[in-house]
């Protein structure tokens, strides 16, 4: 199981973080010092449909030391083409982009298998992006996972974003239904103690994506990691 401290970029800085962590590259820096292994980066202005932040993006991609998973309602072949240009480890597809199934199999012939993944963002079992949902048909987190596992995606990122930043734990009944699916589950959203951590691992779960719990002090990148070794 992996740790992905959470890096979301909002009007120019870290959501939710307070102090020096509001700067993502100090972010970065911070949790590359405690021994992160990945970070989870994320411009939540384009994921709202906002002018995004992709100056900063840049940066902190071109700083990173450690492997990147960036998203942020990335959904067309020019827009993450452009963050493997820039650096990025791993491009996480928008629900938007992961229901055109041709987009999804031209993508993975081009970056392969292990450089992408879907972000699928989940409201009472069903696909509920971020910003505006016009144009995206009705499809459960369950058959959207299922199908772009088919086209070849190994990896899913599931978030109910009822418990996103709340801090009462993560859905991993929901993530669990994903990984039913073949795909290799992280979990993200609502992580706020080491006993969350636990149960994503007991769960068998590739990992967890957390932000407010580090930024708040429940705990630290070095827990995490002490913890899930």
């Not at 960036?70 to 452009?82: K, Q, S, Y």
Request: with cysteine; charged share 25%.
């Amino acid at each position: 199981m992996e740790l992905y401290p959470a890096v979301d970029v909002e009007g120019g800085r870290v959501a939710r973080a307070r102090g020096s962590l509001t700067d993502p590259l100090e972010a970065l820096a911070e949790f590359t010092r405690a021994g992160a292994r990945w970070i989870h980066l994320v411009d939540m202005d384009r994921a709202y449909g906002r002018i995004d932040n992709h100056e900063l993006i840049e940066a902190v991609l071109r700083a990173a030391r450690v492997r990147v998973q960036v998203g942020g309602g990335l959904a067309t072949e020019g827009d993450i083409d452009r963050m493997f240009t820039l650096g990025a480890t791993r491009v996480v597809i928008g629900a938007r982009g992961a229901v055109n199934g041709g987009l999804v199999e031209r993508l993975v012939a081009r970056h392969g298998p292990d450089r992408l993944a879907v972000g699928i963002d989940a409201k009472s079992g069903r696909v509920a992006p971020r910003g505006k949902g016009a144009g995206l048909p009705e499809i459960t987190a369950q058959e959207l996972a299922a199908r772009v596992v088919e086209l070849g995606i190994r990896t899913v990122i599931y978030n109910e974003v009822t418990r996103d930043g709340m801090l009462t734990g993560p859905d991993i009944d929901g993530a669990k239904s994903l990984r039913a699916t073949g795909a290799q589950v992280i979990v993200s959203g609502g992580v706020g103690s080491l006993d969350d951590l636990r149960a994503v691992r007991a769960a068998q779960l590739a990992g967890a994506c957390v932000g407010r719990a580090l930024y708040d002090g429940k705990f630290t990148v070095a827990e995490a990691l002490a913890c899930l070794s």
